[in-house]
């Protein structure tokens, strides 16, 4: 039997097949694509499924899920019972997709303590204790938004795209701006990692989103790059649901 887990962000959302634990097909869904829904669930023979949003619904978006023939939930933080304590100052405001990253790790590293790297529109990162306590997390600029920012908050310097050429220092105003973006997320991320694992040296740590980063540390075979790991999580927290029934 199957799942359906649909994570939901701020620029597409993602459908996820899982039989058992085990993510088996995903597809991407943009604006104006949620017609994929009804294809998706016509090639599994899905039992259930569970979603996440941290975006409002549009009317296309919860047609499409009202449109699923079998039950559906929504992963609502504070709401929906998790396998770990949420520790958040008020349980209903952490991130939907956030929290349920922190499940995900936490569930596949195995009474370890975890750090989830989320590098999409934001970075986030969320901390877990191996006794399963979600301690909270930072929220930190993505590389498009700083991109963007370093253009609207001046009058000279251009609009770019994260991708092309990131030198160690830049020859031109174009490879600074990108560099001086690209190379600082990434010394931002080293820093994080660093002073985790010198403060819990049984860490793990999940790297997810949607963009790639190199990580110049000797500690990589903590490091684990995982883009299932929201999908993971919800798919986790919607068979706990059934355990705890």
């Not at 996820?16 to 991407?28: K, L």
């Not at 939907?96 to 990253?101: E, H, K, M, Q």
Request: with cysteine; aromatic share 10%; net charge negative.
């Amino acid at each position: 039997m199957k799942n359906l887990a649909i994570d939901i962000g701020n620029t597409c959302a993602k459908l996820v097949a899982f039989e058992g634990d085990e993510p088996i097909e995903e597809w991407r869904v943009d604006e104006g694509e949620w017609g994929k829904v009804k294809e998706f669930c016509h090639r599994h023979h899905f039992r259930r499924g569970i979603y996440s949003t941290v975006v409002r619904l549009t009317a296309e978006m919860k047609e499409a899920i009202e449109g699923i023939a079998f039950p559906m939930m929504q992963f609502i933080p504070g709401v929906t019972p998790v396998p770990i304590a949420n520790d958040y100052d008020d349980p209903t405001k952490v991130g939907a997709d956030r929290l349920a990253a922190a499940v995900g790790a936490w569930t596949k590293a195995g009474g370890r303590e975890v750090l989830v790297i989320d590098v999409g529109t934001c970075v986030t990162y969320d901390f877990v204790t191996a006794d399963g306590h979600y301690r909270g997390g930072n929220i930190s600029p993505g590389p498009t938004i700083r991109l963007k920012s370093l253009h609207h908050f001046t009058d000279a310097l251009p609009l770019l795209s994260r991708k092309g050429e990131t030198p160690e220092l830049g020859h031109n105003t174009e490879t600074a701006i990108r560099a001086g973006v690209m190379r600082g997320l990434v010394y931002e991320i080293e820093g994080y990692v660093r002073e985790y694992l010198l403060k819990y040296p049984q860490l793990f740590i999940y790297l997810t989103g949607g963009v790639d980063i190199d990580l110049h540390i000797s500690e990589k075979k903590r490091i684990f790059a995982d883009r299932f790991i929201v999908p993971e999580g919800l798919n986790r927290v919607l068979n706990y649901q059934v355990e705890i029934k």
